[in-house]
């Protein structure tokens, strides 16, 4: 069965800092990978994906994610954190239906 | 740049009450889908539609839950009666048929239920 773990609650990082924010995969097959960014009440927010290709993803508002096979991660990065950036983070893997199979969620707290 | 419409935005019914929502897909995505969110949890896959066709309802509790997309287009997710464990936000997705691409969410319907 396919799972994303992300196992972090909550991630803590200074303005002006690089955030990464952690996720792994179980996938039989080759994985499709997702970022999903979600403000309060508001839906979710395509941030990023890997399909296939090269393992460094570049995504929306200055977000990228690299994909390592060998540890089955898809962490998602950015070099400089804005207060902005705060929110909740999702993890989510495509399944053989196109169904995502979602991470918890990481809360990421960008500290002025 | 085109969006997934949901209404209404906010919902307060009493329990036992029937509460309906509604979605309106991008322009020409054929797949549809319906999640429940708990706050500050992941989505929870209910239905999922090709065109007019339910694909997965393995999940959606159907003694009191039914969802429809009777044109292939906007689609409608209905609970009756409600019960207070139904409180959540209620999100519509929708993308392009035909590989692994991405889903685009409205904003959601944040129920309530007293």
């Known amino acids: 069965a396919q799972s994303v773990a992300q196992p972090e609650d909550q991630v803590n990082v200074a303005e002006g800092n690089p955030l990464t924010v952690k996720c792994t995969y179980s996938?039989?097959?080759?994985?499709?990978l997702f970022w999903y960014v979600q403000y309060p009440n508001r839906g979710l927010q395509f941030l990023l994906k890997?399909?296939?290709?090269d393992n460094l993803v570049k995504g929306s508002y200055g977000f990228e994610a690299e994909f390592n096979k060998s540890q089955t991660s898809f962490h998602l990065k950015k070099p400089s954190a804005l207060v902005s950036d705060s929110a909740l983070y999702f993890c989510a893997v495509g399944d053989s239906n196109y169904q995502l199979i979602w991470g918890a969620g990481t809360k990421l707290i960008i500290k002025p | 740049e085109a969006e997934v419409a949901q209404s209404p935005r906010y919902k307060i019914t009493e329990k036992s009450q029937a509460v309906a929502f509604w979605c309106d897909p991008i322009s020409g995505h054929a797949t549809l889908y319906w999640y429940r969110q708990i706050l500050g949890q992941g989505p929870e896959l209910l239905v999922q539609?090709?065109?007019?066709?339910?694909?997965?309802d393995s999940q959606l509790p159907k003694d009191r839950f039914s969802a429809e997309r009777l044109k292939g287009v906007d689609s409608t997710l209905k609970i009756q009666p409600a019960e207070l464990g139904d409180s959540a936000m209620y999100l519509c997705a929708s993308r392009i048929t035909g590989g692994p691409g991405e889903q685009y969410f409205g904003p959601g319907t944040r129920l309530t239920v007293t």
């Open positions: 890997y399909i296939t290709g």
């Open positions: 539609f090709q065109d007019e066709s339910v694909v997965d």
């Open positions: 996938v039989s097959g080759n994985p499709y």
